[in-house]
T-cell receptor
Framework: DVKVTQSSRYLVKRTGEKVFLECVQDMDHENMFWYRQDPGLGLRLIYFSYDVKMKEKGDIPEGYSVSREKKERFSLILESASTNQTSMYLC?????????????FGPGTRLTVL | SQKIEQNSEALNIQEGKTATLTCNYTNYSPAYLQWYRQDPGRGPVFLLLIRENEKEKRKERLKVTFDTTLKQSLFHITASQPADSATYLCALGPGGGNKLTFGTGTQLKVEL
């Protein structure tokens, strides 16, 4: 059974703190993604990675960075958290078939920045 | 730019009826379209994929159609049940780097 796990379900941080969100997948997938989801805006892609140590900017990368040192782990970093980064963060992974690209999502991390 | 539209208003239907959700897109020629289910506070879960050369796909009580001329997909749930209540997202691909582009989702509420 495929599995994507995220380090925390709920997280509360203060403005200016450095925040790490971790994602681990056990499916040996090459591709991994970080999204944020806000009411009325849907899923917005922050960053994605198609291989170890590779990363590409998504649609809203500002204020975020990522790290992929191992194939199964993809970390999202908020260098200096701000209140407008309060959101639901979702990690996903996929196998790069080019024919389906079905994504498998983690349970999400609800981040609140005070 | 690419745009995907799903009904932002919730769809309320009675148990046993067929629910029909719509996904429209512009400025895109997808090779396939996917539907996902998302429950509150959870990540989306893949349901069905339909390719550009397929008109219809079925899985149990689910049916998806794909009209590339109209640039539209319809997602049907027959004999709906309260357990089908969730938000349903459509996604188009492929994008560069095996990305998907997601719609904002439609919330379905099935009432007894």
């Amino acid at each position: 059974d495929v599995k994507v796990t995220q380090s925390s379900r709920y997280l509360v941080k203060r403005t200016g703190e450095k925040v790490f969100l971790e994602c681990v997948q056990d499916m040996d997938h090459e591709n991994m993604f970080w999204y944020r989801q806000d009411p009325g805006l849907g899923l917005r892609l922050i960053y994605f990675s198609y291989d170890v140590k590779m990363k590409e900017k998504g649609d809203i990368p500002e204020g975020y960075s990522v790290s992929r040192e191992k194939k199964e782990r993809f970390s999202l970093i908020l260098e200096s958290a701000s209140t407008n980064q309060t959101s639901m963060y979702l990690c996903a992974s996929s196998f790069p078939s080019g024919h389906t690209d079905t994504q498998y999502f983690g349970p999400g991390t609800r981040l609140t920045v005070l | 730019s690419q745009k995907i539209e799903q009904n932002s208003e919730a769809l309320n239907i009675q148990e046993g009826k067929t629910a029909t959700l719509t996904c429209n897109y512009t400025n895109y020629s997808p090779a396939y379209l996917q539907w996902y289910r998302q429950d509150p506070g959870r990540g989306p879960v893949f349901l069905l994929l339909i390719r550009e050369n397929e008109k219809e796909k079925r899985k149990e009580r689910l049916k998806v159609t794909f009209d590339t001329t109209l640039k539209q997909s319809l997602f049907h749930i027959t004999a709906s049940q309260p357990a089908d209540s969730a938000t349903y997202l459509c996604a188009l691909g492929p994008g560069g780097g095996n990305k998907l582009t997601f719609g904002t989702g439609t919330q379905l509420k099935v009432e007894l």
